[in-house]
């Protein structure tokens, strides 16, 4: 659906699109108790228990009083609908203040304080500097002359460096009356979620001479919730308004995500739904023929002679209700009640806290945590993840010369200090690539310091590099862009920026020297996306060797390369460019196909190697958890060479005589398949032997084995410990974290960047650091840590201790429930099968509500081992994992214990008042209390 | 090194004061207040059980247990019970073919028995009665009964729950109404000794809470046993239901089929061999369910009437804790093992299994 909006048009687009209205409330004042009511009911569990409840407004049938099911029914009830009342009151404060905050709107020609919420399509919106943009808005204005503004997006993507928006080159140099009085009209597609893409066309219309159509890009738009910096003024033009937003349509409510104690605490209702089913049956049938065989003697109870249909009907129903209690009405409720503190555990935990940046961790969703200790899987992004994402410029080389391979760091080594002194050209051309060939804006500080703000740090690790070496990146001024070398200004300016994307693995300016007017293309990118570029009569071997090199030492290499470009052949290229840019379909492919045409025939100059440490406590966590059992997939965009060494250098592989390391590639299906049955067979012979196996494999290779080999990747998968896939896109790493969920395994995803978002949403439990490349993980994480060491403890302390916690308080919650239900099944017996009910309203109630709810909370703060015994011997989690814990036998185990203890209590009370002489009051108090005894008795037991 | 520090420290440093909220006082905030419970620091102690500690808490246990099973065994032992069947035998021999129509009918029920006393019995002499198969827990008749209309004069009209026996086929409410009062028992025993009577004392029979805030004193009896179907006892409608402590104790239902209800007190001392003369009238119907009948005669100890299981409950959980501590005493010399010793755990034992 494509959009055409007029711009500054009162009339036309009024209705069209939707106001600027935010809406993110679920209820409104009217539909809240019916809607509410309808998804409450939508759960199994509380349907049958309002069927419960009733069952028992028929006198005739119930056992007690219906108040002890519709009391605590209805209290469960109204918490979970405040609960969400609550939070939908917040939503629409929330959506208020954005709704109602006051913002400048050209109206009919004047410009006008308007609130948020009546902003239209079309219309022209004012900011100041440090405002908060209220709708998507394509950028027609700007205070600065080059047309540039600044926004932070943090809130839309996390990422905290400014970025350059520019206004469309059709409305550059405007002034700011004419502004008042644009027309025009863009044409865009209809509201997505992608936050990264935006192509649009502008056609001004005629008064405003510019008849052509201009295209518009992501660049040329300010997005909803982003805030305007460093900049004193701009304007836009509202294209998305009120949830059609990017922002609004990022938003929604992701799906819960379901634990397997859960899954299992489901299974096992259902297990004992069957049972209190057949108890029903046979009781009910008994019942029934008891009373016709038996009960007509008893002329006391006085059956009449005729009764109703459902005469058959009645015991049975009596006896559902008395069994009715063998599920316990309140468990999803403690349930939630205590997954939510260990949420608040994780929350509070003092030794989680990053050191650096003094955050907490986090835990967004507060219902998974006994999920963590039946982890089987990680996968794990490196980049940021088990590195610490701070990029060091460490060694290069210059054709064909190493730097810094004595000293371990280029920006000491004499050579090239040297060689920069004395002007070697290749140097400094290679320090000019460094320090324009990228998309860094320097920001001069109030002291005068020049900072770099960087969307990637390895540019930032060059750029500062190469200031180091005397090639100081002075000024970006739109086109203009200003180097300081050796005390004189060198002045370039950019014509066109060829972007990086994942595909390409590359990007290049096109540059003009403003003092000798020659036109430069630099271009800097992975090797694999260079070399193959070089012009036909350079040696690249020796550069291939440097690549290598460096990547065994762990290092992230970037290839560095040149040319020249005449003069007409940029006019010509540029005029494709110009025309790529602006279509509407595949923008991105046909770009890419065009900047193909230019970087060929490159000069290589040299390879620059980045240094990214791994974080602290890497290896030693990997080794901790590897040893509880847990299975470790690193999942990387680097090369392969990289992601091998740092897989080496944190105990990920085991180096040679110890591991093994095969590696599946192949560039057509032939090859991968023989390569993947290869490393197949070596695995299943190796799975007997002790030996650390691990496969690899490149992002390539994977595709086509997902697509063609899912079988045999799978069994692999299953095989495999270990395993690397570098090279690996966002969806892989998503496909990769399904396949092993098919396998039934539990999947944890660990990642940084938002190239990691979907796995991490992906997967069972998706936990984000909270690093350097934004927030965006963390956000959509169910958990975020400061650094990967704290995995440890979040999975071997709080995992283990939530698993137990809810494992015993689940199964405690049916224990009791039994208990209580065994007896009053027994106590049927010798009351003639007639569904007496042995103990009243008041004690069931205190029972369930008072005496056994409370104590058992002890639980939530119990701690089987301490941390410390846990912490030394991480193969305590086998137990967790296995779900020992929590599984049909144990479960049975404690349904065995709750007959058992009511078959004590039963028989003690029975005969405790010597057997003729008991009194049902007597009895029922006695064996009350015996189960009040026996549960306490229980908790104290188990807990430690 | 040098190098990384300064490129770090000059971008961290204006970056700080650049961006218009410093992060430097939301950290402190952000910092969660520290106690012990959110740290799950709580103090906490948890006792080892080493074979010694086990072997000890069961030989105390054990050593508890015994005398005091012992002792209850023995005042049970003390208890006289004299128990007396007689639902077959008070039925002349002639009708003894239709019990039901024999009970049913007008004719006289009066029926002697002889008691020997096989032990001397101190005062007082309680006497029960005690039904055989007989449902007073049956979900139909436990809950026939409405306990305000019992408590409150004013209440008297209130007969919910009381069907069938609720009102008369005129629509007066019934009081006391229900179906347990209307199946009151009514049999009665006179006791003579040596052609001497001897009187049974039955106030107080009931319990003093019932009495005095379960069943009203101004609320007297009525309507009662006027329908067609005549259930059990007639009452004096004279005298209010608090007074009236044969109907306080049947209407307190018995947990089981098989119960014993007090019938009334003998205030003095029965030596052995007295022969005990009762005149019993039969009037209770409980031959169309073929229930039984017994008069019961019974001391009491200090540990109430005649019980053995408490005894043996507390003598069998204390052998069994003495056998317990015996055997793992055994098992601990026999075959000791360090305690904590780590080559006992699962991954030790069978390596890479789990």
């Not at chain 1, 009024?14 to 209820?27: G, I, T, V």
């Not at chain 1, 009764?307 to 468990?331: A, D, H, K, N, T």
């Amino acid at each position: 659906m494509k959009r055409y909006i007029y711009i500054n048009d009162d009339e036309t687009s009024q209705d069209l699109y939707c106001a600027n209205r935010l809406s993110n409330r679920k209820y409104t004042l009217m539909n809240f108790l019916p809607k509410n009511l309808w998804e409450q009911f939508s759960r199994f569990m509380n349907q049958y228990f309002l069927l419960i409840a009733c069952l028992q407004l028929w006198s005739l049938i119930t056992p007690v009083n219906p108040a002890s099911t519709w009391g605590p029914l209805i209290f469960i009830f109204a918490v979970s609908a405040t609960k969400e009342a609550w939070d939908d009151y917040n939503r629409y404060l929330s959506d208020k203040k954005a709704n109602e905050k006051e913002v400048w709107v050209v109206k009919q020609g004047i410009k006008k304080l308007i609130q948020s919420q009546d902003i239209r399509v079309g219309n022209i919106v004012w900011l100041r500097e440090n405002d908060e943009v209220p709708c998507d808005l394509v950028l027609i204005g700007t205070s600065d002359p080059q047309g540039v503004c600044y926004v932070e997006t943090a809130a839309l993507d996390g990422e905290t460096d400014l970025k350059t928006r520019l206004i469309p080159a059709a409305c550059m140099g405007m002034d700011f009356e004419l502004l008042h009085k644009i027309k025009g009209v863009i044409e865009c597609p209809g509201p997505d979620k992608d936050i990264r893409r935006f192509d649009g066309n502008l056609r001004l219309l005629p008064p405003f001479i510019d008849n052509d159509v201009c295209p518009l890009t992501i660049k040329n738009t300010i997005l909803q919730s982003c805030y305007l910096r460093n900049t004193e003024w701009a304007c836009g033009v509202a294209v998305y308004t009120g949830n059609e937003t990017k922002l609004g349509m990022t938003r929604g409510i992701p799906e819960p995500k379901l634990t397997a104690v859960d899954a299992m605490i489901d299974k096992l209702t259902g297990a004992i739904f069957v049972f209190q089913i057949v108890v029903v049956i046979v009781l009910g049938t008994a019942g029934n023929v008891w009373k016709d065989t038996e009960a007509r003697k008893q002329w006391y109870v006085l059956y009449p002679q005729e009764f109703p249909w459902y005469e058959l009907l009645v015991i049975p129903l009596r006896f559902e209700l008395l069994c009715s209690i063998m599920i316990p009405i309140s468990i999803k409720v403690s349930l939630d009640l205590v997954k939510s503190l260990y949420a608040k555990f994780i929350d509070w935990d003092y030794e989680m806290i990053d050191p650096e940046t003094d955050t907490p961790s986090h835990a967004t969703n507060t219902a998974i945590s006994e999920d963590l200790a039946q982890v089987e899987y990680i996968l794990t992004d490196k980049t940021g993840t088990l590195t610490e994402n701070r990029m060091i410029f460490r060694r290069c080389c210059i054709g064909g010369i190493f730097y810094g391979n004595e000293t371990g760091d280029a920006l000491k080594d004499v050579g090239l200090l040297n060689a920069i002194t004395s002007g070697s050209p290749d140097v400094i051309r290679f320090l000019t690539v460094m320090a324009v060939c990228n998309t860094v804006i320097p920001a001069k500080s109030k002291a005068g310091a020049i900072l770099y703000k960087a969307q990637s740090q390895d540019e930032e690790a060059l750029v500062h590099a190469a200031a180091q070496l005397h090639m100081v990146l002075v000024n970006k001024n739109a086109s203009i862009l200003e180097i300081k070398f050796n005390g004189s200004v060198l002045q370039y300016e950019i014509l066109e920026t060829l972007e990086f994307t994942s595909d390409r693995k590359r990007m290049s300016v096109v540059v003009k020297d403003c003092h000798s007017g020659n036109i430069s293309l630099l271009s800097k990118g992975a090797d694999e996306a260079i070399l193959p570029y070089a012009h036909a009569g350079q040696q690249t071997r020796t550069f291939v060797e440097a690549v290598e090199q460096y990547s065994q030492l762990g290092l992230r290499t970037l290839c560095l390369a040149w040319r020249e470009v005449e003069e007409d052949e940029y006019q010509e290229w540029s005029l494709m460019f110009k025309e790529a840019s602006s279509t509407l379909i595949d923008r991105e492919w046909r770009i890419a196909e065009v900047c193909q045409r230019l970087e060929h025939d490159l000069k290589v100059l040299g390879v620059t190697a980045i240094e990214d440490r791994l974080q602290d406590g890497v290896p030693e966590t990997i080794e901790t958890l590897r040893k509880a059992g847990i299975n470790f997939w690193m999942l990387t965009g680097d090369k392969q060479n990289t992601a091998i060494q740092i897989a080496l250098s944190c105990n990920f592989i085991s180096p040679e005589p110890k591991g093994q390391l095969l590696s599946i590639d192949g560039k057509t299906e032939d090859e991968v398949c023989r390569s993947l049955e290869r490393v197949l067979l070596t695995m299943r012979i190796t799975t007997s032997e002790p030996k650390d196996v691990a496969f690899v494999v490149d992002g390539w290779a994977l595709e086509i084995a997902l697509k063609h080999y899912r079988k045999a990747f799978t069994e692999l998968a299953i095989l495999s410990r270990t395993a690397i896939c570098c090279r690996v896109t966002p969806s892989q790493k998503a496909q990769l974290v399904e396949l092993l969920k098919s396998c039934d395994y539990r999947t944890l995803a660990i990642g940084d960047g938002g190239n990691d978002v979907r796995m991490i949403q992906k997967a069972d439990i998706g936990v984000g650091i909270s690093g350097r490349e934004g927030l965006q993980a963390a956000r959509a994480a169910d958990y975020s840590i400061g650094k990967f060491r704290f995995l440890k403890r979040l999975i071997l302390v709080h995992g283990r201790y939530s698993y137990n916690r809810t494992a015993f308080l689940s199964q405690y919650s049916f224990y009791k429930s039994l208990l209580i239900c065994f007896i009053q099944i027994f106590f049927s017996f010798i009351s003639g099968l007639s569904g007496t009910s042995l103990f009243n309203s008041v004690s069931l109630m205190a029972y369930n509500v008072f005496y056994t709810s409370i104590p058992v909370l002890v639980s939530t703060i119990d701690k089987d081992l301490s941390e410390g015994t846990v912490m030394q011997h991480p193969q305590i989690l086998f137990y967790c994992q296995a779900g020992r814990l929590l599984n049909p036998s144990t479960f049975a185990g404690w349904f065995g214990r709750s007959l058992f203890h009511a078959i004590v209590a039963f028989v003690i009370s029975i005969h405790v008042y010597a057997y003729e002489k008991s009194e049902m009051e007597e009895v029922s108090m006695v064996a009350l209390s015996g189960c009040i005894w026996l549960q306490a008795f229980v908790v104290a037991l188990e807990t430690k | 090194m040098m190098n990384s520090n300064a490129a770090s420290s000059s971008t961290a440093n204006p970056d700080a004061a650049g961006s218009p909220d410093p992060p430097a006082p939301r950290r402190s905030s952000k910092r969660p207040k520290y106690s012990k419970f959110t740290q799950q620091e709580l103090p906490a102690c948890k006792p080892i059980l080493t074979p010694k500690w086990v072997i000890l808490t069961f030989l105390v246990v054990g050593i508890a247990f015994v005398p005091i099973g012992i002792t209850s065994l023995l005042a049970s032992r003390d208890v006289v019970e004299i128990v007396d069947r007689y639902e077959t035998d008070c039925i002349p021999v002639a009708n003894r073919t239709d019990k039901v129509a024999f009970i049913q009918s007008n004719a006289s029920k009066t029926c002697t028995r002889q008691i020997t006393v096989t032990k001397h019995m101190k005062r007082p002499v309680y006497v029960y009665y005690q039904l055989d198969n007989f449902y007073q827990n049956h979900r139909r008749y436990v809950k026939s009964r409405n306990d305000e209309q019992l408590k409150k004069r004013s209440k008297t009209s209130e007969t919910s729950q009381c069907e069938p026996e609720d009102t008369t086929p005129d629509g007066k409410p019934i009081v006391p109404c229900g179906l347990i009062a209307w199946s009151l028992f009514n049999d009665t025993y006179t006791f003579s000794r040596n052609k001497r009577q001897l009187t049974v004392n039955k106030n107080g029979i009931a319990w003093k809470s019932d009495r005095d805030h379960k069943f009203g004193k101004e609320v007297f009896p009525s309507n009662f046993q006027n329908g067609t179907l005549i259930g059990g006892a007639h009452l004096d409608e004279s005298i209010p239901l608090s007074k009236q402590e044969d109907l306080i104790v049947w209407m307190r239902t018995a947990a089981l089929p098989t119960f014993r209800k007090l019938y009334g007190k003998i205030e003095v001392d029965l030596e052995e061999n007295d022969i005990i003369d009762v005149i019993l009238e039969n009037n209770y119907n409980t031959y169309s369910f073929s229930g039984k009948k017994k008069l019961v005669l019974s001391t009491t100890s200090w540990l109430g009437g005649k019980n053995d299981f408490l005894g043996i409950a507390y003598l069998t959980v204390g052998g069994l804790c003495f056998f317990l501590a015996l055997s793992f005493t055994i098992v601990y010399l026999v075959k000791p093992r360090r305690l904590g010793d780590p080559s006992y755990l699962s991954w030790n034992r069978n390596p890479g299994g789990h």
